[in-house]
């Protein structure tokens, strides 16, 4: 999908990653660790994408679905940030004052340890949630796994109704050194560096950055595409919300509690 990246190894026992004019050296035995317990990590963890329920799904003449969707990759989500942006596509949601979203995230132990309430406008396209630190959850800690889940309640009195998805985040923090070589880097080259690597969290949120600031910029408006299309969503849903997905905004949502 995006350009290839090229690996390479140094005479100092480095791996230097050549990303179109930039060159950032990482330790061997750290991307190699690294990657390697991604390849056997993430899969097998079960992941919801799209919510359930018999009234849901997508029109196939239509631009919108009528079910919420996740836009992370089928697996175990790695994300290098304690507090990271995740994003849904929300349907439109008829009487919007009488729905609310809730966004949970409970530990291995199945101990919940974030919870928001909130509500929506009730206009269909991209939600970017961030996972704030609040009085009671510091963010996400290192190499913790955590369970997430994200409903739509459309009937309080009817929890069975809810539209629901769900998957698995885990917390992999880049060292210093290699934070910053990252962080140096300009937005796209970024942007590609944390694809190389399967950091989708990262991904997603910095291209809806990217693009909202940018939306007539062919080469960005091609890495969007690219990374929706990488997700392989189901099929039909991908097709059916094209149009909401090509310029991403952030729906304006009300907290509750």
């Known amino acids: 999908m995006f350009e290839r990246i090229n690996w390479r190894l140094t005479g100092r026992g480095l791996l230097a990653i050549s990303l179109i004019g930039s060159t950032l050296l990482l330790d061997i035995e750290g991307v190699r660790a690294d990657r390697t317990r991604n390849d056997t990590t993430a899969r097998g963890w079960p992941t919801r994408?799209?919510?359930?329920?018999?009234?849901?799904?997508?029109?196939?003449?239509?631009?919108?679905?009528?079910?919420?969707?996740?836009?992370?990759?089928?697996?175990?989500?790695?994300?290098t940030k304690a507090s990271p942006t995740l994003l849904f596509y929300l349907p439109s949601i008829a009487n919007p004052r009488n729905a609310r979203l809730e966004f949970v995230l409970r530990d291995e132990n199945d101990r919940l340890v974030y919870e928001k309430i909130f509500t929506s406008n009730g206009e269909a396209g991209i939600l970017e949630f961030a996972l704030d630190p609040s009085a009671t959850f510091a963010g996400l800690e290192s190499d913790r796994t955590y369970q997430w889940y994200l409903s739509i309640v459309r009937d309080p009195s009817d929890r069975a109704r809810d539209e629901v998805v769900e998957g698995w985040i885990q917390r992999v923090p880049l060292q210093t050194t290699l934070a910053r070589q990252v962080e140096a880097l300009s937005p796209i080259d970024r942007?590609?560096?944390?694809?190389?690597?399967?950091?989708?969290?990262?991904?997603l949120s910095e291209l809806a950055k990217l693009k909202q600031s940018n939306p007539e910029n062919e080469q960005i408006s091609r890495l969007w595409r690219e990374a929706i299309a990488a997700l392989a969503?189901?099929?039909?849903?991908?097709?059916?919300?094209?149009?909401?997905?090509?310029?991403?905004?952030?729906?304006?949502?009300?907290?509750?509690?």
């Open 191 to 203: 942007v590609k560096w944390y694809e190389s690597e399967n950091l989708w969290t990262e991904v």
């Open 233 to 257: 969503l189901p099929p039909g849903f991908g097709d059916s919300v094209k149009d909401n997905l090509e310029l991403p905004r952030s729906l304006p949502v009300e907290e509750t509690r």
């Open 49 to 79: 994408r799209v919510g359930g329920g018999s009234r849901t799904g997508c029109l196939p003449d239509s631009r919108f679905c009528s079910t919420v969707m996740a836009l992370v990759p089928d697996g175990l989500l790695r994300t």
